[in-house]
T-cell receptor, first 109, second 111 residues
Framework: AQRVTQPEKLLSVFKGAPVELKCNYSYSGSPELFWYVQYSRQRLQLLLRHISRESIKGFTADLNKGETSFHLKKPFAQEEDSAMYYCALRASGTYKYIFGTGTRLKVLA | EAQVTQNPRYLITVTGKKLTVTCSQNMNHEYMSWYRQDPGLGLRQIYYSMNVEVTDKGDVPEGYKVSRKEKRNFPLILESPSPNQTSLYFC??????????FGPGTRLTVT
């Protein structure tokens, strides 16, 4: 079955510490993976996607097909990174999306 | 401004009273989708549309209907709402490249 798993509901780190938000997926084909972020009182917005391989706001994510993972990383967390983060998978050739349950990141001063 | 709009933003209704939540996008996107967000369950796709008059079921379509008569609009219809449809609903649109642009959300309470 197609599934996206984000094992941590809440992740608390201190400002300046490294951050890793985990995402594992289960999909038989070649998926497209995305990270979306929702800041307080704002709508969901795209953070990054595996195809573009770019770094947004200091975050990076590498698709590891062997481990079926797409973990989100940032070397030095900032307080403004506090938000809800969702990992999402798009089934290839469709517009069917599967989201994880989300991880709330709290960056402490 | 390029955006996705939803109306209403908040709605309280009673069981069985038909309602429609509208969604509109001004970015000429082909793809549109509806999600519901529930605590501990994340976002779950209800229906999606790949073009005008082309719609398909997501993971939780029961109790919902959609239509796509125009490219910019994708209304969500609840013919007979029930309390288990109390949720936060998001509409999204996407170009072919796949990244989604979300609306502000509609908080629905069914009593």
């Amino acid at each position: 079955a197609q599934r996206v798993t984000q094992p941590e509901k809440l992740l608390s780190v201190f400002k300046g510490a490294p951050v890793e938000l985990k995402c594992n997926y289960s999909y038989s084909g070649s998926p497209e993976l995305f990270w979306y972020v929702q800041y307080s009182r704002q709508r969901l917005q795209l953070l990054l996607r595996h195809i573009s391989r770019e770094s947004i706001k200091g975050f990076t994510a590498d698709l590891n097909k062997g481990e079926t993972s797409f973990h989100l990383k940032k070397p030095f967390a900032q307080e403004e990174d506090s938000a809800m983060y969702y990992c999402a998978l798009r089934a290839s050739g469709t517009y069917k999306y599967i989201f994880g349950t989300g991880t709330r990141l709290k960056v402490l001063a | 401004e390029a955006q996705v709009t939803q109306n209403p933003r908040y709605l309280i209704t009673v069981t069985g009273k038909k309602l429609t939540v509208t969604c509109s996008q001004n970015m000429n996107h082909e793809y549109m989708s509806w999600y519901r967000q529930d605590p501990g369950l994340g976002l779950r796709q209800i229906y999606y549309s790949m073009n005008v008059e082309v719609t398909d079921k997501g993971d939780v379509p029961e109790g919902y209907k959609v239509s796509r008569k125009e490219k910019r609009n994708f209304p969500l219809i609840l013919e007979s709402p029930s309390p288990n449809q109390t949720s936060l609903y998001f509409c999204a649109s996407s170009p072919r490249t796949g990244e989604q642009y979300f609306g502000p959300g509609t908080r629905l309470t069914v009593t």
